[in-house]
């Protein structure tokens, strides 16, 4: 079966970069949530997004910002990176229909080390 | 802001043995879930309750909502070398348009010598 597919699964960029990572969703799923793991703590969620419109916005950076295409893959832009930021962020699906059961597809991840 | 406090923190278990965590929370979640992380991986959905009192099984797995809606445990009776990883508890909140908003617990290292 289809999982979500993040893009890429590792990135190092230096202070003050920019980074942009992709989502696409498991097909017909129209949610699409973005969370952030840092070393040994648990999942923190940013940002999601239904039809293309933000649904919902939880401690994501103002340097940071997401949004969800027509076909309903999604990009997390990071900007003016930091050490911080260094982290393992991944992207959720699920359909609207079950959404509100927060039953979560996630994706494996993507990487991000800044130097 | 919200947090769930999971327990333990680590576990070492001898395969075979049956495993307990929890999580508590100061405030009423709607829905209950559990995940499981391998290393390097995402969180994958192992059980979600949804009603106050509910005890539900998949396969060698039990988890139970708890009565006053601000805890869980998950159980794992039998354990075998696959289980290793870690668990997190999850908890929503109910309304709005928070519906994959998660709040997770701290996670539990499950460690599982043969």
């Known amino acids: 079966a289809a999982g979500v597919i993040q893009s890429p699964r590792h990135l190092i960029k230096e202070k003050r970069e920019t980074a942009t990572l992709k989502c696409y969703p498991i097909?017909?799923?129209?949610?699409v949530y973005w969370y952030q793991q840092g070393p040994g703590q648990d999942p923190q969620f940013l940002i999601s997004?239904?039809?293309?419109?933000?649904?919902d916005k939880g401690s994501i950076p103002d340097r940071f910002s997401a949004q969800q295409f027509s076909d309903y893959h999604s990009e997390l832009n990071m900007s003016s990176l930091e050490l911080g930021d260094s982290a393992l962020y991944f992207c959720?699906?699920?359909?609207?229909?079950?959404?509100?059961?927060?039953?979560?597809?996630f994706g494996e991840g993507s990487r991000l080390t800044v130097l | 802001g919200q947090q769930l406090n999971q327990s333990p923190q680590s576990m070492f278990i001898q395969e075979g043995e049956d495993v307990s965590m929890n999580c508590t929370s100061s405030?009423?979640?709607?829905?209950w879930l559990w995940y499981k992380q391998d290393p390097g991986e995402g969180p994958v959905l192992l059980i979600a309750?949804?009603?106050?009192?509910e005890l539900t099984s998949n396969g060698r797995l039990t988890a139970q909502f708890g009565i006053t809606r601000k805890d869980s445990f998950l159980n794992i009776s039998a354990s075998i070398p696959s289980d290793v990883g870690i668990y997190f508890c999850?908890?929503?909140?109910?309304?709005?348009?928070?519906?994959?908003?998660?709040?997770f617990g701290q996670g539990t290292i499950l460690t599982v010598h043969p």
């Open positions: 997004f239904y039809e293309k419109m933000q649904s």
């Open positions: 309750l949804y009603k106050a009192g």
């Open positions: 959720a699906s699920s359909p609207r229909s079950r959404a509100n059961t927060g039953e979560l597809f």
């Open positions: 999850a908890g929503r909140h109910a309304g709005g348009t928070s519906y994959g908003k998660l709040t």
């Open positions: 097909p017909r799923h129209d949610t």
């Open positions: 405030s009423i979640f709607n829905t």
